[in-house]
T-cell receptor, first 113, second 112 residues
């Protein structure tokens, strides 16, 4: 158990819908990262937050957005969902923005039908 | 562009040694990481190299050559529980930016 929690564990929805994935970092960690893992593309970095501010951005689609709240939990919002958005979404956290080790949560498996 | 290459699959025997290679071409470099991921589970950190050379940690060692854009992960005394996917990742950027670019992973099957 890494100490990072993610909810929900599984999510099944339809195309065109909007969902919110939630992540609570390890106690004391200020930096949060979101990744998408699909079968054909591997683990893809989406976005990094540190203490509420965006620090780095990957190939995150415009239909996706994220934020980190004052209590340090983070949410990833996915809208206008497409079949290709079906994937495992991982959240990770680290103590500081340049830390060498990121601790991954158990992931949310999103299925878009 | 960003490119990280690893073999897709490898098979090895329990008790043996296996080496998983990774080559990379990235616009920035601030360290190379290896993560282990069992099927359906979260990746877990194994090692980090930023300088050339070998880093040893128990049964696992990782090597880096920055001039060649090359790294390997060495697993000794293989156990059945080592059957997993091994992900090579490069940190692109420095300071407060901790963007990891992952390869597609090497699926290792350890056989009795």
């Amino acid at each position: 158990d890494s100490g990072v929690t993610q909810t929900p564990k599984h999510l099944i929805t339809a195309t065109g819908q909007r969902v919110t994935l939630r992540c609570s970092p390890r106690s004391g960690d200020l930096s949060v990262y979101w990744y998408q893992q699909s079968l054909d593309q591997g683990l893809q970095f989406l976005i990094q937050y540190y203490n509420g501010e965006e620090r780095a951005k990957g190939n995150i689609l415009e239909r996706f957005s994220a934020q980190q709240f004052p209590d340090l939990h983070s949410e990833l919002n996915l809208s206008s969902l497409e079949l290709g958005d079906s994937a495992l979404y991982f959240c990770a956290s680290s103590s500081d923005p340049g830390s060498n080790e990121q601790f991954f949560g158990p992931g949310t498996r999103l299925t878009v039908l | 562009g960003q490119n990280i290459d690893q073999p897709t699959e490898m098979t090895a025997t329990e008790g043996a040694i296996v080496q998983i290679n990774c080559t990379y071409q990235t616009s920035g470099f601030n360290g190379l990481f290896w993560y282990q991921q069992h099927a359906g589970e979260a990746p877990t950190f194994l090692s980090y190299n930023v300088l050339d050379g070998l880093e040893e940690k128990g049964r696992f060692s990782s090597f880096l050559s920055r001039s060649k854009g090359y790294s390997y992960l060495l697993l000794k005394e293989l156990q059945m529980k080592d059957s997993a996917s091994y992900l090579c990742a490069v940190r692109d950027g420095g300071g407060a930016t901790n963007k990891l670019i992952f390869g597609t992973g090497t699926l290792l099957a350890v056989q009795p």
